[in-house]
C-alpha cells in the first residue's frame, strides 16, 4: 500500500485523519471511512473504496495508491470532484493518474 505524498482530506475526516491512517495500515476496522485510490484499471479516474474493505490482505500487501481519506461516501464524492477539479485547473486535462504520480507516492 503506497499514500500520496499530498493526501487529500475532507474536512469531517480531517479531524481523526491520523487515526484513520494509522487504522488503514494495520488493517484495523473502521466504518464509514473511506479512501479513494488510484484505480487499477486505465478506464476509471479514481476508485472510493470502504476502509474495512482495505483490511483484506490483498490490498495490505498490493501496490494501491490511496490519495485520499473521506469520512463518509457523501464526503468521499465530494472529495473526488475535488481532486478533479484541481488535477484540471492545473493541467487542463484530465490524467489524473499522471498528476498524482508526478506529486509523488510513498509506502
Not at 478506464?43 to 490490498?59: A, E, N
Not at 473521506?70 to 493541467?91: F, P, R, V, W
Request: aromatic letters at 10%; hydrophobic letters at 40%.
Amino acid at each position: 500500500m503506497r499514500w500520496y505524498n499530498y493526501l487529500y482530506v475532507g474536512e469531517k475526516a480531517d479531524r481523526t485523519s491520523e487515526d484513520i491512517i494509522e487504522k488503514i495500515k494495520n488493517g484495523k476496522m473502521q466504518l464509514n471511512k473511506y479512501a479513494l485510490t488510484l484505480p487499477f484499471n486505465d478506464s476509471d479516474v479514481l476508485d472510493i473504496i470502504p476502509t474495512i474493505v482495505l483490511m483484506q490482505k490483498r490490498y495490505l500487501n498490493s501496490d494501491i495508491v490511496i490519495v485520499g481519506i473521506a469520512d463518509g461516501k457523501s464526503e468521499a464524492m465530494d472529495l473526488m470532484e475535488e481532486i478533479i477539479m484541481e488535477c484540471y485547473n492545473e493541467t487542463k486535462g484530465f490524467d489524473l493518474k499522471s498528476y498524482i504520480l508526478e506529486g509523488g507516492v510513498s509506502s
